[in-house]
């Protein structure tokens, strides 16, 4: 049990670094704004939790630290200008409806960012996807001013793209302040895989899913640009780490996470392709979650099966044993 705590903790922290680099490349971009509005998710995912534990008569722990990871990753998907109230909202909604409502860090059911993103997106769904431009700088407390829509609108109306490789690999375009730096995403990325921070088969899933189609059923005339553009765009590579990957809502074996990643890969890159969604694939996550439960429940079986299996075993061998030194006694 320890050492399962010591993991969820570790987990936890190669995360949040993670975040953190991510939140420095936003300030980069975007300044001060940015930088504030995810200490404001994040004091409002602490406090949450506490009120929330309280009313279930549990006490908070480190354990309960996870509420952190969650809220950075929602202000990540936000844009830097996000209204404070509109986000905070957002994050009570996600420690207690996504994830407290359903029992807490031990049952969870979807990810909690994914979850409060999409009811962001259904209440204030245009000030959700209206972003500054990179390296407009807005004060704490100033009106945003000259918003546009994203690049990754952009692509899914038109199929063009005005940023060059070096722009997308940097962050260099409009889009949720975290979910646009593709070169740490990819470090990122390499790094949780590594620390097995994050779920091997569900990444690799999705980025399968995602980019096997893109070549298949291309959204422009190039194959390479349409698998380029379709894992850039759309915080396609973003949501595969942090939220499709999340070890607490991926099933455990690879084998049955991959399918569940190229479940999710295969419907989002559809519903860009025909109805032009954006960031449909955290859309997607959240309402794919009867198949994760359907793989945990799947892996549970197995493992009672094979535990009863090999308790027979151990019974058998127990009594030939047993049978043997009575025989020779005897």
Request: net charge neutral; with cysteine; glycine share 6%.
């Amino acid at each position: 049990m320890l050492k399962k705590a010591r993991k969820e903790r570790l987990i936890w922290l190669d995360i949040m670094i993670t975040l953190l680099t991510l939140e420095l490349m936003s300030y980069f971009y975007y300044g001060i704004r940015s930088v504030v509005l995810a200490g404001v998710c994040v004091c409002t995912a602490a406090i949450a939790e506490v009120i929330s534990l309280r009313m279930m008569k549990r006490r908070f722990t480190a354990d309960d630290l996870t509420c952190t990871s969650d809220a950075m990753i929602l202000a990540l998907m936000f844009p830097s200008v996000m209204d404070y109230k509109v986000a905070a909202i957002a994050v009570i909604f996600a420690v207690i409806v996504a994830k407290n409502i359903f029992g807490g860090r031990a049952n969870m059911i979807f990810s909690p960012a994914a979850a409060a993103y999409v009811f962001v997106l259904t209440s204030w769904g245009h000030q959700l996807l209206q972003y500054t431009e990179p390296h407009v700088k807005t004060g704490v407390f100033d009106t945003p001013a000259a918003l546009v829509n994203s690049a990754s609108h952009t692509f899914n109306m038109t199929g063009n793209v005005d940023h060059t490789d070096f722009e997308l690999l940097l962050g260099n375009f409009s889009g949720p302040s975290g979910a646009v730096s593709i070169l740490l995403l990819v470090v990122a990325a390499a790094v949780l895989i590594f620390r097995r921070s994050i779920s091997t088969g569900a990444f690799i899933g999705t980025i399968c899913g995602v980019g096997f189609f893109a070549c298949v059923t291309p959204m422009i005339n190039s194959r390479a640009g349409s698998l380029k553009y379709s894992l850039v765009m759309n915080m396609v590579l973003f949501s595969a780490i942090y939220i499709v990957s999340d070890v607490r809502i991926a099933p455990k074996r690879n084998y049955y996470a991959f399918f569940y990643g190229l479940f999710i890969g295969v419907v989002s890159y559809v519903l860009v392709l025909t109805a032009a969604k954006e960031n449909a694939i955290v859309i997607v996550s959240v309402l794919f979650t009867p198949i994760a439960l359907g793989f945990k429940n799947l892996e549970k079986r197995i493992e009672k099966a094979a535990s009863e299996h090999k308790e027979s075993e151990d019974n058998d061998v127990t009594e030939s044993v047993m049978s043997g030194k009575e025989t020779a006694t005897e």
